[in-house]
């Protein structure tokens, strides 16, 4: 995992995104321009003032102090400087970054920051629509915009949000809830058992863990007491292109799920699968390797992205449709919920912030607590 180090020198700011490789920023009348610079570090803050004195000079505050020149692209570069150095996940700020080069800084980007309307965003968003974006993927973009200028309102770069006064386009109904039934998953299993064992594996672990991808391919085997018949889930992978790194969950706690008889002794031979796989490519074990890697000495946990490319392969060997990994997922909610298990002691299973997000989602899977509260409440009546 790379370390990554920031530092602000003047107009420009360099990161070191692995050792000895840095990112340099410089903002100019124009923009923001950044280049790639390997070295030490003294070495690339040289290259930052070269860099600097290449360009010219960044408009902002004017004489009297106030912030009319600065456009809104400088406000986006320095709102997502602000969310890195404050530790936002790197997957959030790729994703905040992409929709910004690709959407937001283009046809918004010059624009003076304190003269950008609502008329302006409801005409960007408008044009988005007409290009074929879908209502989500633009109200995706507006909160990206909306969250930025609420910021440079915090800073002082204008007095009101023009956001809050446009009218972005509501997302798109939600995809509906896919639950596979435990034949499919048995099915899953069983396609990817013979070809495919840490696929195997990673089925399984998401189906009776109910565990989120990425904290599915952080767990090492010290995080599971095979003797207690228990899962420490505390981290997530998460993957930006071929980078890996890991993070809290997504609520920022930790957690522990109990395993029964059936799923330690799953557990136990996916063990001795790895061991045998070690011991075959005459490549030992590291100290404490991943539960999920495909490489013969666990240093390496599988990547997020293609346990979901794996995934699709095993699907297809299963002839099943319309199941995505993730819904592995909902399986174990539904079905706990289904069998009568209180919600409080799933949403602790799943991690999930709150009991009440456990009932609003799968409000669906208790059918029966519905049927009896008709049937005691209509016994009340008359006959």
Do not use: C
């Not at 530092?7 to 009348?29: F, H, I, N, P, Q």
């Amino acid at each position: 995992m790379a370390v990554k180090t920031r530092a602000a020198y003047g107009g420009g700011s360099m990161t070191e995104r692995a050792d000895g490789v840095w990112r340099l920023r410089v903002m100019t009348s124009r923009g923001q321009v950044e280049r790639s610079f390997r070295g030490g570090q003294t070495a690339a803050r040289r290259a930052l003032n070269e860099l600097a004195s290449e360009q010219p000079a960044p408009s902002g505050l004017t004489a009297s102090g106030d912030m009319t020149e600065q456009t809104f692209g400088q406000l986006l570069d320095k709102w997502t400087d602000h969310l890195e150095a404050r530790g936002r996940a790197p997957k959030t700020l790729a994703e905040n970054r992409r929709e910004i080069e690709t959407r937001i800084r283009p046809r918004l980007g010059t624009i003076a920051v304190t003269e950008l309307s609502a008329e302006h965003l409801d005409d960007a968003y408008s044009a988005w629509l007409k290009e074929g974006l879908s209502a989500s993927s633009v109200h995706r973009h507006a909160a990206v915009i909306s969250a930025a200028l609420t910021q440079g309102v915090k800073w002082g770069w204008l007095d009101l949000n023009p956001a809050q006064r446009a009218s972005a386009p509501a997302p798109t109904t939600t995809r509906k809830l896919v639950t596979p039934g435990p034949d499919q998953v048995v099915k899953l299993i069983r396609a990817a058992k013979e070809s495919d064992p840490v696929m195997a594996t990673a089925i399984a672990l998401a189906f009776i863990t109910g565990g989120r991808r990425g904290e599915l391919a952080a767990l090492r085997w010290s995080d599971i007491d095979l003797d207690a018949g228990i899962v420490r889930i505390e981290r997530s992978l998460t993957q930006i292109g071929t980078e890996l790194s890991e993070k809290s969950t997504k609520t920022g706690r930790g957690r522990n799920v109990t395993l029964d008889e059936r799923a330690v002794a799953l557990l136990l031979r996916h063990r001795a699968w790895q061991l045998d796989l070690s011991r075959r490519a005459e490549s030992s074990l590291v100290a404490d390797p991943y539960v999920l890697s495909d490489n013969a000495n666990g240093a390496r946990p599988i990547e997020p992205s293609k346990i979901t490319d794996r995934f699709v392969s095993v699907r297809g060997k299963a002839h099943i449709r319309g199941v995505r990994f993730h819904d592995l997922r909902h399986a174990h909610v539904t079905k706990l919920l289904g069998a009568g298990v209180d919600a409080t002691t799933v949403a602790a299973r799943v991690g999930h912030a709150s009991t009440r997000m456990t009932l609003d989602r799968y409000a669906h899977a208790l059918p029966a607590g519905d049927v009896a509260a008709a049937a005691i409440i209509g016994a009340m009546l008359p006959a």
